[in-house]
């Protein structure tokens, strides 16, 4: 293939069919072991029994189904309540212009060269225009998603939400409603993956000081914002990550007069410390560490926060409307009039809106899928009691996970049965470190969960693998005169007098 050198043009020939046809290959290369395995079960009305159940059609959830197909785990269903291509944040609350990851991070390839962005992108732009790309756009990543979903034949039910989720014997009946039309179903599964992002892991966060005014004055950086309508307004933001600054950028392009960012720390976070982390050590075996060192980093690394990269900062501060405030942390805000006054340590300010970058707040307990889930649900506060100088009550809410994503019981014997629902969300992040949403650490991440699932499968059916390995009496091939059935013979690979292979 040949490639016309410039991003946005088309490459000459059929690169991306192309690719496809080398996809195919790799993956059948690579098959190896072929055969279903994992014995059906019924439920009580005689219908089969998921062996998973994805909630989540993300990136999350494609890296999941990519690996439980590959272990020849595919009884499995998908579902998502966003409609097909805004699973995931990238087209609606992301408002950043790329990834923040650098571009040749991969993760729901599992390393599969020829299903890498990488390879989709040149091979319908060419390898100088990935040459000369500086990060990935993101409307890319979300193709590449639905291109990735395609080619491996993941099928995911778009509009389709998880209401609820309850023991049913040895197995979880989960409450599913089709959003379109209001059906519900109950399914039977052995294992549910969380495969929800950041979303399902509790709420964004509002100052009491914000939430207090009326909704028609501000909105959170989570929220469907209408940026139109802010053109010629005064606007304000609180938060200095880079979520609060795409959401600022995002405003000042919209034609707003005015941004100004509030920060409450007197300096903004310009290190990057998720850059420190991403080697193999850390993604691949912080889970290994104990209580005490996994609490230490998270709660240094999650106090830090994020930084976000250059070209997040110079998007917003290019415009002469952009305006910062350091140390001005919001302690008060009224309305007055048709505007919002702002009390600070730095003084009074006025804006027209307010938008709200604060973070997230990790509590399983809000959630009205996990009702009757959360209250079983072992936590950090409840498992591991830190130093007094590294206290964090935000951390101690996050759910204390098994070695599998697995939730574990706040009271033993309470719940046996949340070792079947697993979390792949950013409340895996005191557990696990950087996983469940994180692209950087999904190459790492999710073969471990699908290991995890696989492994459950193999010894909760242990007693039917025994009985079908006694009953197994396939011989490799037949005596003379004997009649039935023989294993399948192999063809003999041969070298041909031209050197070719036969």
Known sequence: MTGVGLAGERLAGDGLAALERQAAADLERIAYPRGAWVPARQDGDGRRVLDVLVVGGGQGGVAIAHGLLRARVDNFRIVDRAERG???????????????????????????????????????????????????????????????????????????????????GEHLRATLVHLDDGRTETVAARKLVLATGIEASGRWWTPPAVEALDRRFWAHTGDSIDFAALAGRRVAVLGAGASAFDNAATALEAGAAEVTVYCRRPDLQRVQPFKWLSFPGFLGHFAELDDAWRWRFMNHLLTLREAFPRETWERAARHPGFRLETGAEWQRCEAVGGAVRLHTPRGLFEADFLIVGTGFDVDLGV??????????????????????????????????????????????????????????????????????????????????????????????????????????????FLLTGETGEAAPVKPVVERQADGRFR
Do not use: C
């Open 367 to 476: 959630r009205p899928e996990m009702a009757g889930v959360a209250g079983h649900v072992a936590l950090w506060g409840d498992r591991f009691e830190p130093p007094a100088e590294e206290r964090n009550p935000r951390l101690a809410r996050y759910p204390y996970l098994g070695p599998g994503y697995e939730l574990l019981e706040k009271v033993p014997g309470a719940a046996p049965w949340l070792r079947h629902i697993r979390l792949f969300t950013y409340a895996t992040t005191v557990s696990f470190g950087p996983s469940g949403a994180s692209i950087n650490a999904m190459k790492f991440a999710a073969p471990r969960l699908v290991s995890a699932i696989v492994s459950d499968l193999f010894r909760e059916d242990v007693a039917a693998h025994w009985d079908s390995l006694r009953a197994y009496d396939l011989p490799e």
């Open 86 to 168: 805004l699973e995931g944040p990238w087209l609606t609350y992301a408002r950043m212009a790329t990834l923040r990851s650098p571009k040749e991070v991969n993760g729901p390839d599992l390393d599969v060269p020829s299903l890498t962005f990488q390879a989709w992108f040149e091979a319908q732009h060419g390898a100088p225009a990935w040459a000369a790309l500086n990060k990935i756009p993101k409307q890319d990543w979300a193709a590449y998603l639905l291109w990735l979903r395609r080619v491996l034949g993941i099928p995911v039910e778009n509009r389709v939400e998880l209401r609820r989720v309850e023991p049913d």
